[in-house]
T-cell receptor, first 112, second 114 residues
């Protein structure tokens, strides 16, 4: 099993550009979520999903959109990148009723 | 909002010693408390969890203690090894339909010296 796969691993954007961070899991997990991790801080929840067609906002949703059309995929869209969105982004998935979340390797995003 | 935090940002130990990493939480409504390990350049990895109705839970070389009276969580690692060097995060969730929503603490850097 590949687990949780994130692409790309690294990305540099100019302010105002848009892009999509990809996340795919092959474990048939119901829950998927996106976090951002800034230096010296823990992870903060951006958006999450409890199943295909269902998404909800986390702690820091502004500037990000998500959709969940399939169980496997949960892309994160940056509509108009800002320097404040420079961060490492992690996607995670888990089974319903299970606290063990599986994380991807992360995407390091720099907005200049 | 309520959050989970840590007392100490760094911890250095000698190989073979026992390590104790602490965490303070403020949300009394959390149903689960979880410890994650994050190695450099990788995503967090689940270590162990404890439900709010428990005081202690043991895993392989790790023990988590929960003191609800003072809202304190700790992770004990026995016979610490160089491979245990990482950042350790405590996290919480409310259970129910919120299993996928984790609130993380700041993290503690554990360094194990051979």
């Amino acid at each position: 099993n590949a687990g949780v796969t994130q692409t790309p691993k690294f990305q540099v954007l100019k302010t105002g550009q848009s892009m999509t961070l990809q996340c795919a899991q092959d474990m048939n997990h119901e829950y998927m979520s996106w976090y951002r991790q800034d230096p010296g801080m823990g992870l903060r929840l951006i958006h999450y999903s409890v199943g295909a067609g269902i998404t909800d906002q986390g702690e820091v949703p502004n500037g990000y959109n998500v959709s969940r059309s399939t169980t496997e995929d949960f892309p994160l869209r940056l509509l108009s990148a800002a320097p404040s969105q420079t961060s490492v982004y992690f996607c995670a998935s888990s089974y319903f009723g299970n606290t063990e979340a599986f994380f991807g390797q992360g995407t390091r995003l720099t907005v200049v | 909002g309520e959050s989970v935090g840590l007392h100490l940002p760094t911890l250095s130990v000698q190989e073979g010693d026992n390590s104790i990493i602490n965490c303070a939480y403020s949300n009394s409504a959390s149903d689960y408390f979880i410890w994650y390990k994050q190695e450099s350049g990788k995503g967090p990895q689940f270590i162990i969890d404890i439900r709010s109705n428990m005081d202690k839970r043991q895993g392989q070389r790790v023990t988590v203690l929960l003191n609800k009276t003072v809202k304190h969580l700790s992770l004990q690692i026995a016979a610490t090894q160089p491979g245990d060097s990482a950042v350790y995060f405590c996290a919480e969730n409310a259970g129910g339909t919120s299993y996928g929503k984790l609130t993380f603490g700041q993290g503690t850097i554990l360094t194990v010296h051979p």
